[in-house]
């Protein structure tokens, strides 16, 4: 895969630019971008961005590890990460994650062979009120079920 | 009763500029800027807004802190963080009412004197952000945002930057770095934001609901506001509830409601008829409360006066039969998984933490090992340069003092007598 933005992103990437006193703090939205661009952020892209904001590609990476939402390794097309904190917990959450364990057939950290999902347990998702919750790619699933697991599951299947 | 945020929120539409503004919504952007900047402070002051992030600072008097000095550019970042556990209520205004935040940044902007803004939201909140992208969007085509606004010379670009999964950067001096491209690791402070934030600049950090306010202290004046609250602490707070109640959710009451009452009366009470363990009121790191402690005004100072806090308004109810070994544990895995690792007495004392709870609910425990808790505790309160820390181990403290026996009992009995279940 070559790692270099799509045209679309590369407009989005120049008008991030412009919006900043500091090119540095393009960073975050430039690792958005190419999470979103190629899937993961690889080496590659490390490298890419830093080029494009001239610094060295180990402070990008030390960015990047920091935070937990950039994938340094490639993850399944679907990310399913269910939140163990306290108010999806009380309602039942360290069960659910077994549940969606076991139907996808992983443990969490784990992504199904036809590279399809990957499980995550994750700490708080900010949206206790109506756990037990779950975040696929972009989207919020609220209020789960066993039952409403399985049909989401079922309809990315 | 009176409502100063969410009186239209349950319209979808309230989300456009058009009905927005159909709800009278930008008029007290333009008041304000037929106002003089200190007398939109002055109302602030007088509303005795106090922040709703959790450290509870009052608003006006930390816009005060501003230097004289104009020559350099100011900056207002809002901290759309929203990361403690039990915290969701920003999220709901971000996503029900987004104009509401923008016309309050636009007012602080002209009453701070500050042409650059930023939305600092946390990165998980990818449709929230692009509510708000949007919402920024049509503001700015409104001519309430950019140049010259509503013709009244006054500059003011917003612009929503998303974090990326760090707990952390919900402390201002963290979320200042991250909004810089760097790692999320607090300063110390001094200098402050206010003289030294920002790329360099001034820096004014407001929580969302903070400033989601001021369209309403504008135009209802701040005493009005003050007259809803009691005493040092006006208006509404947005109080989330979550765990077991009946009707989790956010609620909007005015600051100094009683806890018991949001509890039974608006949360409707315990799930499944069960009797109450615990309540933990502001946001994970607040002390611990038994079920005869709650009969209290939730307001700053009632709170801080039973030894705990109303933080961030998110009250997390805990329900008989829940192993609270396993509760404290759930969370000391939170802190140990945030702590970003640049102050020692927080990367071991969360580890730790994690680890010596962990044995305990696991069956084990070790003679001592309660008293290790308090010793670890006692080593990381204040000793670090953001509070992190002091938010690990106000709860460990907390669980151990008002629950001993069920440490005591794993101990003792090696294992977990609720089965390490919740």
């Known amino acids: 895969m070559s790692v270099i933005f799509s045209d679309t992103a590369k407009a989005e990437f120049d008008r991030l630019l412009t919006r900043y006193p500091d090119k540095e703090a393009v960073i975050l939205p430039s690792l958005h971008l190419a999470q979103r661009e190629f899937g993961f952020v690889s080496d590659e892209a490390i490298v890419y961005i830093a080029g494009l904001l001239g610094v060295s590609p180990a402070q990008i990476e030390g960015v990047a590890t920091f935070y937990t939402m950039y994938n340094r390794k490639p993850v399944g097309k679907y990310h399913v990460q269910v939140c163990r904190n306290i108010a999806c917990s009380l309602l039942g959450a360290e069960h659910l994650i077994e549940h969606v364990a076991g139907r996808l057939g992983v443990l969490p950290g784990g992504t199904t062979r036809d590279g399809k999902f990957t499980l995550s347990q994750v700490e708080c998702l900010g949206s206790c009120g109506t756990a037990p919750v779950m975040q696929i790619n972009d989207d919020y699933y609220e209020n789960l079920t066993e039952a409403s697991i399985d049909a989401i599951l079922e309809k990315l299947r | ?422």
């Open chain 2, 1 to 422: 009763m009176e409502t100063v945020l969410t009186t239209h929120f349950a319209d979808d539409g309230y989300r456009r500029i058009d009905t927005y503004r159909s709800f009278g919504g930008y008029d007290a952007l333009r008041k304000s800027l037929s106002m003089t900047p200190e007398a939109i402070i002055d109302e602030v002051k007088k509303a005795n807004l106090r922040g709703r992030g959790g450290a509870g600072f009052p608003a006006g008097v930390k816009w005060g802190f501003l230097p004289k000095d104009l020559s350099r550019p100011r900056v207002l970042v809002i901290n759309a963080d929203e990361g403690e556990p039990g915290t969701f209520k920003d999220r709901v205004i971000m996503s029900r009412g987004p104009h509401l935040l923008i016309e309050g940044i636009a007012i602080a902007a002209f009453a701070l004197r500050v042409h650059i803004s930023y939305i600092y939201i946390r990165g998980e909140f990818v449709r929230e952000a692009r509510i708000l992208d949007e919402a920024v969007a049509e503001a700015y085509a409104a001519g309430f945002l950019g140049k010259n606004i509503l013709g009244s010379g006054f500059d003011l670009d917003l612009t929503v930057h998303r974090g990326a999964g760090a707990y952390i950067c919900g402390e201002e001096t963290s979320l200042i770095n991250s909004l810089e491209g760097k790692r999320g690791w607090p300063r110390l402070k001094p200098p402050f934001p206010a003289s030294v934030g920002a790329f360099g600049l001034p820096t004014i950090v407001n929580n969302v609901e903070t400033l989601a306010d001021v369209p309403w202290i504008v135009t209802n004046g701040g005493e009005k506001f003050a007259a809803i609250g009691v005493e040092k602490n006006g208006g509404t707070r947005l109080i989330g509830v979550s765990g077991a109640v009946n009707r989790p959710g956010v609620y909007e009451l005015p600051a100094g409601t009683n806890l018991k009452e949001i509890i039974y009366t608006h949360a409707g009470g315990i799930r499944d008829g069960k009797a109450l363990k615990a309540v933990i009121p502001g946001g994970s790191s607040t002390p611990v409360l038994r079920p005869d402690e709650i009969d209290v005004s939730y307001d700053i100072e009632s709170m801080a006066k039973i030894g705990t806090m109303a933080g961030s308004g998110g009250v997390i109810v805990i329900p008989e039969g829940t192993c609270m070994v396993r509760a404290l544990s759930t969370l000391m895995n939170f802190y140990s998984h945030e702590s970003c690792g640049q102050c020692t007495p927080c990367r071991e004392g969360t580890g730790w933490l994690k680890k010596i709870v962990g044995r305990i609910e696991a069956g084990k425990g070790r003679a001592g090992d309660v008293e290790l808790i308090l010793d670890v505790c006692d080593n990381m309160m204040g000793r670090t340069i953001c509070p992190l820390a002091d938010a690990a181990a106000m709860p460990a403290q907390s669980f151990i003092w008002k629950f001993r026996e069920e440490f005591d009992r794993h101990i003792g009995e090696q294992k977990c007598p609720y089965g390490n279940r919740f």
